[in-house]
T-cell receptor, first 112, second 114 residues
Framework: GENVEQHPSTLSVQEGDSAVIKCTYSDSASNYFPWYKQELGKRPQLIIDIRSNVGEKKDQRIAVTLNKTAKHFSLHITETQPEDSAVYFC???????????WGAGTKLIIKP | DAGVIQSPRHEVTEMGQEVTLRCKPISGHNSLFWYRQTMMRGLELLIY????????DSGMPEDRFSAKMPNASFSTLKIQPSEPRDSAVYFC????????????FGPGTRLTVT
């Protein structure tokens, strides 16, 4: 079955700098890759997603890139702000089922 | 829409007691997911339903856990008997299968078993 690995487990960056979180997946049939953000004590919420027919997608300060050949995708956050502090989860899914296979999460710390 | 509704929000119970967690998905969604989240194990999928039918329950830890979805607007997750290691936050999420796979999470139920 599908397996998703996420790195790093913790990332600390200076406010205003960029942050990059990387995920790899194992099943080439996966074609949908969302990113969820979970603030402390809150529920996970979708922040951006990408499908396999697209290589990059941007939404203001966040972007996701996908390399199908290498089977990895990344979340990029530019000009980080204190409110970006959270745990970020990547996931992968395919058309044959509605299940998301989740990464282990990355705790992003924004230092003032 | 009120979003996914879960009850109770907090539950404290003694070991051996039965616990029932409830979830009302977003109207019109046809997929429902139960997750458990702990610091040690992260976010784990326990079971998911599509059109009220259980599709994959391989994540249910043991026979003490059971889940039902009697209709499109209600689901329960039951633990009987409960144990201290069941302490966690339990999330219910719903989605609409098809092109868009976004899962909308409820606020979660924080379960403490003493």
């Amino acid at each position: 079955g599908e397996n998703v690995e996420q790195h790093p487990s913790t990332l600390s960056v200076q406010e205003g700098d960029s942050a990059v979180i990387k995920c790899t997946y194992s099943d080439s049939a996966s074609n949908y890759f969302p990113w969820y953000k979970q603030e402390l004590g809150k529920r996970p919420q979708l922040i951006i997603d990408i499908r396999s027919n697209v290589g990059e997608k941007k939404d203001q300060r966040i972007a996701v890139t996908l390399n199908k050949t290498a089977k990895h995708f990344s979340l990029h956050i530019t000009e980080t702000q204190p409110e970006d502090s959270a745990v970020y989860f990547c996931a992968a899914s395919m058309d044959s089922n509605y299940q998301l296979i989740w990464g282990a999460g990355t705790k992003l710390i924004i230092k003032p | 829409d009120a979003g996914v509704i879960q009850s109770p929000r907090h539950e404290v119970t003694e070991m051996g007691q039965e616990v029932t967690l409830r979830c009302k998905p977003i109207s019109g969604h046809n997929s429902l997911f139960w997750y458990r989240q702990t610091m040690m194990r992260g976010l784990e999928l326990l079971i998911y339903f599509n059109n009220n039918v259980p599709i994959d329950d391989s994540g249910m830890p043991e026979d003490r856990f059971s889940a039902k979805m009697p209709n499109a607007s209600f689901s329960t997750l039951k633990i009987q008997p409960s144990e201290p290691r069941d302490s966690a936050v339990y999330f219910c999420a719903s989605g609409f299968g098809g092109f868009y796979y976004e899962q909308y999470f409820g606020p979660g139920t924080r379960l403490t078993v003493t």
